[in-house]
C-alpha cells in the first residue's frame, strides 16, 4: 500500500503550522522527528483525517483521507487522550471496537487478544483511572490495533513508558511495520534509532529531511541535532 | 470502444453456474460489519443510568398528576422537558468533556456518528416521553392530545435549539452547563407567566390552537438543522 | 466493494479458466484464505492480488492434470437449460480468440476491473494491455461478423 502526502499545508490565521509537505510511505516504520512546535501533530492530524487541510492531498491507494473508507484502515494513537471515568480497559476497547465496526464477538476476541499483548490482561477489568501513564498509554496502543490497520499513526507514543514498557514497545512496532505503514513521532532519537527504516524530520511546519535510515552518516542524533542548526 | 449491447452479450456468455459454498464460506472468512442503525444501538448501554432515570421521571410526574387530578400537571411537564432537552444536549457533548474526541474522530464512524446516535437515542426517549405524558394529560382534563402535545413540545425544541447553538459556539465549550443555563432560564420565565401573566398564557394557548401544528412543523424542521449543524461541526478541530 | 462480488469475480474468472464449478470454488476459496491470513480487512485496491492468487492456482490446476488432460469439462446439460442461440453465437466467437485475449474480455467487460488491476494481474505494461484489449475487441467483432 503507498500512503501519499501531496503538498500538504495547515495556515492558521497567524502561523504556517505546516508548510508544502510531501513524501510517500510504504509498508515499514517511519520515525517522525522534530521538536515540540515543529507540526507533527499537525501532520500527523491531517494523515488520520480528523483535520482538514489549508491545501494539498493524502490519500492511501487512492483512498481519500477524509473517508469512512480510509479510518478503516487507520489505527491511531494521539499525543493525548481520555476516557470516560465508568471505562475498565476491556470496556474502552471494546467502545472502540464498535466505533470501527466490530461485531461484538470479534471485538470480545480482539480485545483479549490485544490486551494480553501489551500485558494488561490481568488488569483488564479494572477502570482506566486506576492505571499509570504508562498502562494507560498502553490501553492506547491496544484501541489503535483493534481493526487490524494498514496505517498506523503514532503521535509521541513512548511518553510515558517506563525503560521496560519502551523495549516492548519497540519490539512491537517493528513486528507491525513487517504489514503495516507505521508513522511514529517522537522528539527522543532513541526511540527510533534501531527500529525505523526511514526518517522524516521536521522543523518550524516544512520538511527538512528525509531518507533511509541507512543513509545517515554517522549518529542519529548528531545528524538530527546538526540539522536543527 | 465497446457498446453497450456488446457488453451483454458478453456478460452472458461469460455467466458461470452459480458458486455452491459462497455464503457459508464468506460467514467465516470475515467477522461480520456492523451498518448505522446497528451502531446507534451499541450506543444505547453508554447512555448513563441518571439519564435515563430523569425521562421516567418525567413520564411518571405526568402519569401520577394525571391520574390524581392534579392541575398543574401540564404545566409541570412543559417545565421539565426542557430539561431532557438540555441533557440530550449535554449528553451528545460528552466526548468532548473527557478528552475522547480526537480517538473517536479517527474511528471508522467517527465522532459524528456518536453525536448523532446520542441525539437519536434521546429525542426518542423524549418523543416516547412526551407520546405516554400528553394523552394521559389530555383525557384527565378533557383537553385535545394534539394540542397538548404540541404546547408541551415547543418549549421543548426552543430549548434544544438554542442549546445546540451555544454548545457549538466558544462560550459552550468552557462552560459545559450552558445547556441547563438555558432550561432554568425557560423554567424561570414558564414559571414566571404561569403565576403571573395568565393573560399571556392563555395568549399562547390561544395560539397554539390556531397554528399549533404549522409552528410545531417550523420548530421541528428547525431543530433538526441545528441538530445537522451540531453533528457535522463536531470535526471543526479548536 | 464487499466481500461477495468479490467473490463472484474470481469464482467467475476461475471458472472460465478450469470449467468445473467444484475446482472453480476451490480456487476461489483458497485464494481468499491465502490473500487474508490473519487479518479480516479487504479493500477494494486488493482485487489485484486477489487475481494474481488466482491466475496462478488456475495455471497450477492445469500443470497438476497429466499434460494431454484437459480441465475436466462438466456436462452442460446437467448445469443449465439449453442456451439461446445468442449465446452459443458469442462463445463460439470467443473460443477463437487466444486465451489471454478471452481472459482479458472477462477482465475488462464483465468484471468490469479498472486497467490498472488487469495490468497487475497479468504482469504486462499499460501499453502493452491497451493494445491487447484493442486486439481482443476486434477479433471478436470479426469472428461475431462471419457468423451473422
Known amino acids: 500500500m503507498k500512503l501519499s ?31 515540540n512546535g515543529a507540526g507533527k501533530t499537525t501532520l500527523m492530524r491531517m494523515m488520520s483525517g480528523i483535520l482538514t487541510p489549508t491545501g494539498g492531498e493524502i490519500s492511501a491507494d487512492g483512498i481519500p483521507v477524509q473517508s469512512e473508507n480510509y479510518r478503516a484502515l487507520l489505527g491511531y494513537l494521539p499525543q493525548d487522550f481520555g476516557y470516560y471515568p465508568e471505562f475498565t480497559a476491556k470496556e474502552f476497547l471494546e467502545y472502540f471496537s464498535a466505533l470501527k465496526g466490530i461485531d461484538r464477538k470479534r471485538a470480545k476476541e ?41 496505517i498506523l499513526i503514532l503521535d509521541e507514543p513512548t511518553a510515558g513508558l517506563d525503560p521496560k514498557e519502551r523495549v516492548r514497545f519497540r519490539t512491537l512496532i517493528e513486528e507491525l511495520g513487517k504489514n503495516s505503514i507505521v508513522l511514529l513521532s517522537t522528539h527522543i532519537v532513541s526511540d527510533i534509532e534501531h527500529i525505523a527504516d526511514r526518517i522524516i524530520m521536521m522543523k518550524d511546519g516544512a520538511l527538512v529531511w528525509q531518507g533511509r535510515q541507512s543513509d545517515v552518516e554517522g549518529d542519529l542524533e548528531e545528524f538530527y541535532l546538526k540539522r536543527y542548526e | 470502444m465497446m457498446d453497450r449491447e456488446l457488453k451483454n452479450r458478453l456478460a452472458d456468455a461469460f455467466h458461470a453456474p452459480e458458486p455452491e459454498k459462497k455464503e457459508s464460506f464468506i460467514k467465516n472468512l470475515r467477522p461480520r460489519e456492523i451498518g448505522i442503525p446497528e451502531m ?131 462560550l459552550g465549550r468552557t462552560h459545559g452547563y450552558a445547556s441547563f443555563v438555558i432550561a432554568g432560564a425557560s423554567l424561570a420565565l414558564m414559571t414566571w407567566v404561569y403565576n403571573c401573566a395568565p393573560v399571556i398564557l392563555a395568549g399562547y394557548e390561544e395560539f397554539i390552537s390556531v397554528w399549533g401544528l404549522p409552528a410545531m412543523i417550523i420548530l421541528l424542521a428547525m431543530t433538526f438543522a441545528e441538530q445537522w449543524k451540531t453533528v457535522k461541526n463536531v470535526e471543526a478541530f479548536a | ?65 497429466k499434460p494431454d488432460e484437459l480441465p475436466e469439462e462438466e456436462n452442460e446439460a446437467e448445469t443449465a437449460v439449453s442456451f439461446p442461440e445468442e ?52 477479433e471478436l467483432k470479426k469472428n461475431l461478423k462471419e457468423d451473422e
Request: aromatic share 10%; proline share 2%; net charge positive.
Open chain 1, 5 to 35: 502526502v501531496d503538498r500538504i499545508t495547515k495556515q492558521y490565521k497567524n502561523k504556517i503550522a505546516v508548510d508544502r509537505i510531501s513524501f510517500d510511505l510504504t509498508e515499514g516504520v517511519t520515525g517522525l522527528l522534530g521538536a
Open chain 2, 40 to 170: 446507534i444501538i451499541t450506543q444505547i448501554p453508554y447512555i448513563r443510568f441518571p439519564i435515563w432515570l430523569f425521562s421516567l421521571l418525567t413520564a411518571a410526574v405526568a402519569m401520577g398528576g394525571a391520574v390524581l387530578g392534579m392541575e398543574d400537571t401540564e404545566f409541570l411537564i412543559t417545565v421539565l422537558m426542557p430539561f431532557n432537552a438540555a441533557i440530550a444536549v449535554f449528553e451528545a457533548h460528552r466526548s468532548r468533556r473527557y478528552g475522547m474526541s480526537e480517538l473517536e474522530m479517527a474511528t471508522r464512524f467517527s465522532l459524528r456518528s456518536v453525536v448523532f446516535a446520542r441525539l437519536v437515542i434521546l429525542g426518542i426517549v423524549s418523543g416516547i416521553v412526551l407520546a405516554t405524558a400528553s394523552p394521559v394529560i389530555a383525557a384527565s382534563f378533557g383537553r385535545s392530545t394534539l394540542l397538548t402535545a404540541i404546547r408541551i413540545l415547543i418549549p421543548y425544541l426552543i430549548t434544544m435549539m438554542i442549546s445546540l447553538i451555544i454548545e457549538r459556539s466558544s
Open chain 1, 110 to 150: 480482539k480485545t483479549k487478544e490485544l490486551l494480553e499483548l501489551v500485558g494488561l490482561y490481568d488488569v483488564a477489568g479494572k477502570k482506566i483511572k486506576t492505571f499509570s501513564g504508562g498502562m494507560k498509554q498502553r490501553v492506547g496502543i491496544a484501541q489503535a490495533l483493534l481493526n487490524d490497520p494498514r
Open chain 3, 87 to 138: 449465446i452459443i453465437i458469442v462463445r463460439d466467437a470467443l473460443e477463437r480468440l487466444a486465451d489471454e485475449e478471452r481472459e482479458i474480455l472477462l477482465l475488462r467487460y464483465v468484471n468490469e476491473e479498472p486497467v490498472g488491476t488487469i495490468c497487475r494481474a497479468l504482469g504486462i505494461s499499460r501499453f502493452a494491455l491497451n493494445r491487447k484489449i484493442k486486439n481482443a475487441e476486434e
Open chain 3, 1 to 65: 466493494m464487499d466481500l461477495e462480488k468479490a467473490y463472484d469475480k474470481i469464482y467467475r474468472y476461475a471458472y472460465f479458466r478450469v470449467k468445473n464449478v467444484t475446482v472453480a470454488e476451490d480456487i476461489t476459496q483458497e485464494t481468499f484464505l491465502r490473500f487474508f491470513g490473519k487479518s479480516g480487512t479487504f479493500h477494494e485496491n486488493d482485487m489485484k492480488y486477489l487475481y494474481t492468487i488466482a491466475r496462478n492456482l488456475c495455471i497450477d490446476e492445469y500443470r497438476r492434470l
